[in-house]
């Protein structure tokens, strides 16, 4: 019994290690004291943070986002399909993106470290050729939740097939837009935004320009750092969004909280609803 609990421990440790520090292809010093900038920089840090995080390439646009494109509040996801820790922080995301509704900008960008995982780069071009029918936040939800189901195939593309086929995608336009021109572009610009930013593991997120510590991935610590944002540019905190499940998200997120709100926000890519 006491070894049952030993090995229960050890492997509890083993996943809190990966939501605290993230998918790092390369740990280093500098890299841990990245994920840690925003707790210890002074004045003229953050000013180069957010100069820097200004100054960077615009990504994919338009980008794929939700809720309203003049909100006061940017949340800013880079994520690597693959990668466990973006599929645990992804729940949180959602959790986000249902509290906060047409209150926020939520855009994710795809960052997937090559280095480490083999089927990221296959994944994102799978998310975006679902884009192309209106299908991108579907086909983003599934990728996250059947992580362990892909991530160590050896032959990837029939499965985000098979995705495709349960969301009643054009099966054929999809496997096309894989393997186009266009859909690897939208993703290698957001690859460039994030290179420029000198990201180096994920997730990676950012609210108003602003880098969140890796030890602030937490809904908790999310929420007040939005309220905070919110309540410096004067929006009320009275009344909550009424979050709804949209009706191409029913067969896909069953089950899972919804990706937006009953606010009728925005779902990028406008105007064809990426």
Not at 197 to 219: E, H, M, R, W
């Amino acid at each position: 019994m006491k070894q049952t609990i030993k090995f229960f421990t050890f492997f509890s440790m083993l996943a809190l290690f990966a939501v605290t520090f993230g998918c790092d292809p390369a740990p280093t010093n500098k890299n841990t004291a990245n994920k840690t900038t925003n707790t210890n920089q002074n004045n003229s840090g953050v000013a180069a943070a957010l100069a820097l995080y200004k100054n960077a390439p615009p990504g994919a646009q338009p980008p794929n986002m939700l809720g309203s494109p003049t909100a006061s509040v940017t949340v800013e996801e880079f994520a690597d399909f693959q990668c466990p820790s973006c599929a645990q922080v992804h729940s949180i995301m959602k959790s986000v993106q249902s509290t906060y509704g047409n209150r926020i900008k939520f855009i994710y960008r795809h960052f997937p470290l090559n280095q480490m995982h083999k089927n990221a780069y296959d994944a994102s071009l799978a998310a975006e050729s679902a884009g192309e029918q209106n299908r991108f936040w579907d086909m983003q939800n599934q990728l996250f939740t059947s992580q362990k189901e892909w991530s160590t195939s050896t032959d990837v593309r029939p499965i985000f097939v098979g995705y495709a086929q349960k969301m009643g995608l054009d099966v054929p336009k999809f496997q096309s837009d894989m393997l186009s021109l266009a859909t690897k572009k939208q993703v290698d610009e957001d690859i460039q935004r994030g290179t420029a930013l000198k990201l180096d593991s994920t997730p990676s997120i950012y609210i108003n320009g602003k880098s969140v510590a890796f030890q602030q991935l937490n809904l908790e610590a999310i929420r007040a750092i939005i309220d905070a944002e919110l309540q410096n540019a004067g929006n009320s905190q009275s009344q909550p969004a009424q979050p709804t499940l949209p009706a191409n998200n029913a067969a896909v997120n069953s089950g899972n909280t919804a990706d937006n709100t009953g606010n009728a926000p925005n779902t990028a890519k406008s105007p064809a609803n990426k």
